[in-house]
């Protein structure tokens, strides 16, 4: 089975940066897609950012320009670079995977597809 686990997260100010790492195993297969999603309390789960194994990603609009998604497939960790945070960015992130090619991107907006999913790690944004 496919498991993640997140860690980086913390509480900064404004302007500053975090960088958040996802381990995963059972990664059997050579074609993936791997994702990082947030969600502020109950409100709905919102797409950051997806990455397939062929080193093709997209993001979402909220973040795209600010964030970078990044993959290490021979350790099989993702990273998601956060500079510049802003208050609104205050979320609990959320690491997704799932083994196969070419469906990963097409479910960055809802999460729905990805089978395995971390516990999360929080990040607080202060003024």
């Known amino acids: 089975a496919v498991e993640v686990m997140e860690s980086g997260g913390g509480s900064v100010q404004a302007g500053g940066s975090l960088r958040l790492t996802c381990v995963a195993s059972g990664l059997t297969y050579p074609r993936y897609g791997m994702g990082w999603f947030r969600r502020v309390g109950t409100k709905e789960r919102e797409g950051v950012a997806t990455i397939e194994s062929d080193g093709s990603s997209v993001y979402a609009d909220s973040v795209k320009g600010r964030f970078t998604i990044s993959l290490d497939d021979t350790r099989k960790i993702l990273y998601l670079q956060l500079p510049h945070l802003q208050l609104e960015d205050t979320a609990m992130y959320y690491c997704?995977?799932?083994?196969?090619?070419?469906?990963?991107?097409?479910?960055?907006?809802?999460?729905?597809?990805?089978?395995?999913w971390g516990r999360g790690t929080q990040v607080s944004v202060s003024s």
């Open positions: 997704a995977a799932g083994l196969g090619a070419g469906w990963a991107h097409a479910a960055l907006q809802s999460g729905i597809g990805f089978p395995s």
